[in-house]
């Protein structure tokens, strides 16, 4: 079986694999204090709850947008699999379906490239994959399988946060679209900014990058498709129409897929 880990800046999304099937998938909040024995404790007792034994992981594959935990989870998913594992970075690029551009392989997220991988893998076309979490990242393939950029902005969970501390009189809301973009109570206008300020965020910079990549490369707007992921997709999804696919574990099968390509 495959351990498939993902540091991202909120929480560390950890899977198991059999073959191409996510036997399990958990959840754990980043927290740089924790060490490397903390954290291969606390997945112990989670494969435990699931009947997973980590016998059965002979290989593992690990995405890092968190310095601070590269080396603590390099060492926990070691011991679980009994050799290093794949990292994805500059070192295993040259081995990937994609191309990425020259000079930008140390600044783009480990995380987006295994997205786009994915991406790649599921349309084999030109492709927006819009992820959802603590920052709503946008990354830009081309027919080619040439990632051509990235767009990033806050994410919808830290534009409610941040919104909610700076302001002593705006509360936490649920992140779900109102009855109307006119808000007639302070939670509605939140949403109303926020979810539906966000629709048109993604919805406006999706027509504009495929009308520059139309520019770029010739290819047809309405060849370009676009995948949502992200634990935050849901909040759109049900008030617009541009998503092409929808895949929350797709960063999870951009490891795997790395994991066979570099094993």
């Known amino acids: 079986m495959l351990l498939a880990i993902d540091i991202g800046n909120t929480n560390v999304v950890v899977a198991v694999f059999d073959g191409e099937k996510i036997v399990h998938t958990w959840r754990i909040a980043t927290d740089t204090r924790r060490t490397g024995d903390e954290y291969k404790s606390i997945l112990l007792t989670l494969m435990n709850d699931e009947h997973i034994s980590s016998s ?3 290989k593992a594959v690990l995405s890092s947008v968190v310095p601070d935990l590269t080396g603590p989870f390099v060492s926990v998913a070691s011991s679980f699999a009994g050799k ?3 990292i994805v970075g500059p070192d295993v690029y040259d081995k990937l379906p994609i191309h990425l551009p020259e000079g930008a392989a140390h600044e783009i997220g480990t995380d987006l490239v295994c997205n786009a991988v994915a991406a790649w893998q599921m349309t084999h076309c030109a492709n927006i994959v819009i992820d959802f979490g603590t920052a709503l990242s946008i990354t830009i393939t081309d027919q080619n399988g040439s990632v051509r950029g990235v767009d990033i902005a806050p994410g919808l969970g830290t534009a409610v946060h941040s919104l909610s501390s700076g302001a002593a009189q705006l509360p936490t809301v649920p992140l779900v679209a109102p009855p109307s973009s006119i808000g007639t109570n302070t939670i509605h206008s939140i949403q109303a ?4 300020g966000y629709k048109g965020l993604v919805e ?3 027509s504009q990058i495929k009308t520059d990549l139309h520019k770029l490369t010739g290819v047809a ?3 370009v498709r676009v995948v949502a992921t992200g634990g935050l997709n849901s909040v759109l999804k049900p008030i617009t ?3 092409t696919h929808v895949d929350r574990s797709l960063t ?3 490891l795997r897929l790395i994991a066979e390509l570099c094993s």
């Open 252 to 254: 999870m099968t951009g």
């Open 84 to 86: 290093k594992p794949v």
């Open 56 to 58: 059965q992981i002979d």
């Open 221 to 223: 707007p309405e060849d």
């Open 204 to 206: 406006y910079l999706i």
């Open 193 to 196: 900014g926020i979810v539906l």
């Open 241 to 243: 129409d541009v998503f």
